[in-house]
């Protein structure tokens, strides 16, 4: 049982929990219509609840971010993990505030003509593909409910908050990882003189590989055999960009590689090439 503290819209409260007396966000389809401040409401499946007490995000406090932002952004978010929950299962739905406070500078952006553009979003598209047809609903709910249109670039930075949502990675570290891959891909293209076709089977490969070398180094994996020796005498170009791409990995995201990992990006950089240099 909730007592409202203040009515957002139809769809959205801010109430206090009876049980410790907390505030809370309580959401569903008209469970504040006719609702006044004081009044009791009761939660069922349909209805989300999210804490608003003790909760930091990368964007401040869900306290803070609920001030600030529109009931409408926080229904959208509120959507986007609704379908994401249907697509993976259980999320961490903490991801709503942050993600809500991103859709409000959007929209902001987007009608003060200060569209950006992301360099990345095709990265993103094929790396965190599932998450990216989620966040795709986002472009007609945006649309009906602020009349607003948005581009595959937003749709790319609400997918990362969609992956952030089913793993413990923060957006920025997600974003991190595909800029990771865009040097790596940078570096092969600059070396065979031909644009990579993103839609190969190589270059996927050659992302996923990356993406499960970071999640290997945060975790402590380690990689048993080593193809270092055979790679750098096999295929030296191939085994001189890993280990620049290692390098900036390491820099940029301020974590440390084993040593062993190198060998293992060269063959799929090595096979990236090989494909390009072929057709």
Request: charged content about 30%; glycine content about 4%.
């Amino acid at each position: 049982m909730f007592r409202i503290k203040k009515v957002l819209n139809h769809n959205s409260v801010i109430a206090i929990g009876e049980g410790d007396n907390k505030e809370y966000l309580v959401m569903g389809k008209g469970i504040a219509f006719g609702k006044k401040v004081t009044e009791r409401i009761e939660t069922g499946t349909e209805n989300t609840v999210y804490s608003l007490h003790e909760l930091n995000t990368d964007r401040g406090a869900a306290s803070d971010i609920i001030k600030t932002v529109s009931p409408e952004c926080l229904e959208l978010a509120n959507e986007v993990l609704n379908r994401a929950e249907k697509e993976f299962g259980q999320i961490d739905r903490s991801i709503l505030f942050p993600m809500a406070d991103h859709i409000a500078f959007a929209v902001h952006r987007i009608r003060n003509n200060e569209q950006i553009s992301n360099p990345l979003t095709e990265d993103i598209r094929i790396l965190f593909y599932k998450e990216y047809k989620v966040a795709e609903c986002m472009k007609q709910l945006i649309t009906d409910m602020l009349g607003v249109e948005i581009d595959e670039h937003e749709i790319g930075y609400i997918a990362l908050h969609v992956h952030s949502a089913i793993e413990e990675e923060k957006v920025s570290q997600a974003m991190q990882v595909a800029r990771a891959v865009r040097e790596c891909i940078s570096l092969v293209e600059k070396q065979t003189g031909k644009k990579i076709d993103v839609m190969s089977l190589s270059y996927n490969r050659l992302m996923n590989h990356i993406r499960y070398m970071i999640a290997r180094s945060l975790s402590g994996e380690k990689l048993k055999v080593s193809m270092n020796d055979y790679m750098e005498i096999k295929f030296p170009e191939a085994y001189k960009m890993a280990v620049k791409v290692c390098d900036e990995i390491e820099k940029n995201l301020k974590l440390k590689l084993e040593n062993v990992e190198i060998g293992y990006l060269a063959i799929h950089i090595e096979r990236v090439m090989d494909n390009e240099l072929s057709e």
